[in-house]
């Protein structure tokens, strides 16, 4: 490789086209595109044994996945969050009507603070979203206990943490729910996609109907739905791309040792540590930069 040679972080991975074919062809030669069909089964079903977990409910991308959970959850007025994280988490609360109250995040591990989250606690407050920032997980043992403790259910942004575990158990199985992204610069990616992950079956119900514009029946609406469903093609270009998920984790490991071995060397950034007990695959390095001007040091030191 030369010195020029770009090295990409989250490049998308795609599946053979043999293999996308083998998959997409039964939806193609049944005609059946989407509203839940069996090939969308088949993924979240190999997805809740991935994940080991009870219920995996596909959604068309993770921005509406956080939308439906939310209501799902019951969501109302105040939910307290974070503000570092991507736009969408805040966007999603702010698109169904929700206050995002921003508090602040743990100094070493940039995620959701249990004493600030303690602190923004009131009546009005209807709901905790906290967000596992590069796949290192929220204090779920702290956040739960709030939650508990003042009968107020908790989200968990969890887009970059798909199959990895804290202190043993799958952390998208922690909380009320748990949203996954599966868009395409994602670890494991259907192009466009998502899910919400729940071992409440209530609440995989309420997920069911919100996300099928409320349908119940044939000849009843009981709830104000959208359209949230994933489609067969994504579906399938899902189930063919767990074929390269073990090599896409081997080579993205790779590349974060690479950007840690060279950043490593820069006293100006400070490589951020993952949460004691936490195991699972890199997808990215984690770095912090305590101005601009470091952050312009670290891309020239990068390059030179």
Known sequence: MSKNTPIYVARPIVPTLDDFLFYLKPA??????????PISANLELRLSELLRTRYVNLTSNGTVAIEIAAKALN????????????AAT??????????????????????????????????????????????????VD??????RNHSVPILYDGAHVFDSTY????IV??????????????????????AIVTSSAAINTKISLLKN????????????????????????FGLANLNALFDERARRSSISQIYTDI??????????????????????????????MARHSAIKYILA
Not at 75 to 86: E, H, M, N, S
Not at 180 to 193: D, I, L, V
Not at 277 to 290: E, I, K, L, N, Y
């Open 28 to 37: 193609l030669e049944a005609r059946r595109l989407s509203n839940g069909g």
């Open 75 to 86: 969501f109302q007025k105040k939910v307290i969050t974070t503000p570092f994280t991507f």
């Open 90 to 139: 805040i966007g999603a609360l702010l698109w169904v009507g929700l206050d995002p109250i921003l508090v602040d995040v743990e100094e070493d591990y940039l995620t959701l603070s249990p004493e600030a989250v303690e602190g923004a606690i009131d009546d009005d407050v209807s709901g905790i979203l906290g967000v596992h920032v590069y796949g290192c997980p929220c204090d």
């Open 142 to 147: 702290a956040l739960g206990s709030i939650s």
């Open 167 to 170: 202190k043993g158990r799958p």
């Open 173 to 194: 199985s922690y909380g009320d729910a748990t949203t996954m992204s599966f868009h395409a610069t994602k670890q494991f990616n259907t192009g466009e996609g998502g």
């Open 213 to 236: 514009f409320g349908i119940e029946s044939e000849d009843l609406i009981s709830d104000v739905g959208i359209n949230g469903k994933i489609s067969e093609i994504n579906a399938a």
């Open 263 to 292: 950043l490593s060397g820069d006293n100006k950034i400070k490589i951020v540590p993952q949460r004691p007990g936490r195991w699972g695959h890199a997808v990215t390095s984690r770095f912090g930069c305590p101005s601009r």
